[in-house]
Nanobody, 122 residues
Framework: QVQLVESGGGSVQAGGSLRLSCVAS????????MGWFRQVPGKEREFVAA????????YYADSVKGRFTASRDNAKNTVYLQMNGLKPEDTAVYYC???????????????WGQGTQVTVSS
């Protein structure tokens, strides 16, 4: 059983930065993908970024490319999402998720964290 715990959310002004962390426990090497998604009330969960444990290959949504950076620390079983140049439209609950292969769709991920709120004010 994989457990994911996010942290690092908060409130910032537009243009500011936050770094989210997601600690994974109970993971196996067969579950190679970590995804970051976000969701606002009344909307579907939206892909933000993904990274593989093995090689650190990253994938990004067009809306965050160049502003957000995903990284991982295998020794700490932790993935990070560095968010720079935040915009009010980035306001959402951010979730990390674990799956077998990277995907921009939420369905292939079968373990999810509890989410952390990010609020960006103008």
């Amino acid at each position: 059983q994989v457990q994911l715990v996010e942290s690092g959310g908060g409130s910032v002004q537009a243009g500011g930065s936050l770094r989210l962390s997601c600690v994974a426990s109970g993971r196996t090497f067969t579950r190679n993908a970590m995804g970051w998604f976000r969701q606002v009330p009344g909307k579907e969960r939206e892909f933000v970024a993904a990274i593989t444990w093995s090689s650190g290959i990253t994938y990004y949504a067009d809306s965050v490319k160049g502003r957000f950076t995903a990284s991982r620390d295998n020794a700490k079983n932790t993935v990070y999402l560095q968010m720079n140049g935040l915009k009010p439209e980035d306001t959402a609950v951010y979730y990390c998720a674990n799956g077998i292969t990277p995907s921009s769709r939420p369905q292939p991920y079968d373990y999810w964290g509890q989410g952390t709120q990010v609020t960006v004010s103008s």
